[in-house]
Every structure is written in C-alpha cells, then in structure tokens.
T-cell receptor, first 115, second 113 residues
Framework: EAGVAQSPRYKIIEKRQSVAFWCNPI?????LYWYQQILGQGPKLLIQ????????DSQLPKDRFSAERLKGVDSTLKIQPAKLEDSAVYLC?????????????FGNGTRLTVT | GESVGLHLPTLSVQEGDNSIINCAYS??????FIWYKQESGKGPQFIID?????DKRQGQRVTVLLNKTVKHLSLQIAATQPGDSAVYFC????????????FGKGTLLTVNP
C-alpha cells in the first residue's frame, strides 16, 4: 500500500511569514495526526483528526497554527506568522479507526527552517 | 514533562552483536506501547508493538519486553546489522480509547562494521 505522502519536503521562510504543509494519509485511514519534531527530540502531537473532526488539539498553538481536514482525507497545517522556534520537522501520520491500538504510520515529514 | 524517557541517549555496538535499548514510562495507565525506528531524513517507522496484557512479543530479529511493575520497556535487536543504525523511540498510548501517543527522546544506535 502507498504510504503517507507529505509535501513539500523542505521549506525555508523568514520569521513572520506564513507557510502551509500538505498531507495525504494512507487510503482508508480515518485518523490523521500532525506531529512536530524538533531536532534531537521525539515527535510531539499537535493535532489529531478523526475523519474531518478534531479529536485533540490541546497542544496546538492556536494563535499561529491552524489545521484542517476537509472531506476527511487530505489535511493541511498552516503557520502564520512563523517564529524562529517553529523550525522543526512536521510529521503527518495516519491510523485505522476501527483497530484499537493500531500503530501510526508516518510520512517522511516537511523540514521547516525559519530564519 | 514527558512521561516517556530513555536511559541511554546513545548506544554503539559491533555488527553481529545483540542490542538492547531501554525505555522508562511513568503513566501506569498506558495500555499500548510501540517502538519506532527513525533514519535520517525519514519519518518514524513502526518496528513492533505490545499491549499491556503481555510481557513479551517477538518479531523478526526484534523482541520487546514489558515490565509493568517497574514501568520499563526494552527493545532487543538480535544480530545487529549496519542497517539497524538509526534513532529508536518508544511511544506509549496514555489516552486509552482516545489513542494518544507520547514519544520519548530517542536513543541513537550506531552499528560498527
């Protein structure tokens, strides 16, 4: 099966600019996650969708980050305006809804550098 | 603070040796654990998982051990190969049916030929 697709692979922007990342999950996976991974650390959950509804966005900095999952398939994550500390890899993951405790499948991420 | 951590940030082994990567978790309610492997420039790749009603689970060259008494998780890799060189993360589901994975900081495994 095709894996989780993410684009772009790399993005360099200046602080205060805006940026958007795109994710296409594995076909049939109802649950989609966005994680932030700062260099040298483990991934940190930003937001979790189940179909097109938000399950958990408690760690999403809502003053600058937003995410949507229209039609319950693809998702976009936006940062506006970006700060230096947003430099990280943004990982998208998906999992089956109907399998309790099924593993997350990750994409290769978008590496964001904010200068 | 994070509820999942690793004892060793780096581990260096010789090719062919067995590797053991350890992980401590603090949430006794966690019911599911996963080990991920992350190579440079790639996303985490699923290796093996274990539910809290099990103590041991084996895969191909990998074994995960769960000790709920001391809240400890380990990943054993048999006959370590250069391709095993990567960062290894343990993750726990602390959200129950809501399925919320929390990751530790990771251990860098280097396999010397």
């Amino acid at each position: 099966e095709a894996g989780v697709a993410q684009s772009p692979r790399y993005k360099i922007i200046e602080k205060r600019q805006s940026v958007a990342f795109w994710c296409n999950p594995i076909s049939g996976h109802a649950t989609l996650y966005w994680y932030q991974q700062i260099l040298g650390q483990g991934p940190k959950l930003l937001i979790q969708f189940q179909n097109n509804g938000v399950v958990d966005d408690s760690q999403l900095p809502k003053d600058r980050f937003s995410a949507e999952r229209l039609k319950g398939v693809d998702s976009t994550l936006k940062i506006q305006p970006a700060k230096l500390e947003d430099s990280a890899v943004y990982l998208c993951a998906s999992s089956l809804l109907d399998r309790h405790n099924s593993p997350l499948h990750f994409g290769n991420g978008t590496r964001l550098t904010v200068t | 603070g994070e509820s999942v951590g690793l004892h060793l940030p780096t581990l260096s082994v010789q090719e062919g040796d067995n590797s053991i990567i350890n992980c401590a978790y603090s949430n006794s309610a966690s019911d599911y654990f996963i080990w991920y492997k992350q190579e440079s420039g790639k996303g985490p790749q699923f290796i093996i998982d274990i539910r809290s009603n099990m103590d041991k689970r084996q895969g191909q060259r990998v074994t995960v051990l769960l000790n709920k008494t001391v809240k400890h998780l380990s990943l054993q890799i048999a006959a370590t190969q250069p391709g095993d060189s990567a960062v290894y993360f343990c993750a726990e589901n602390s959200g129950g049916s809501n399925y919320k994975l929390t990751f530790g900081k990771g251990t860098l495994l280097t396999v010397n030929p």
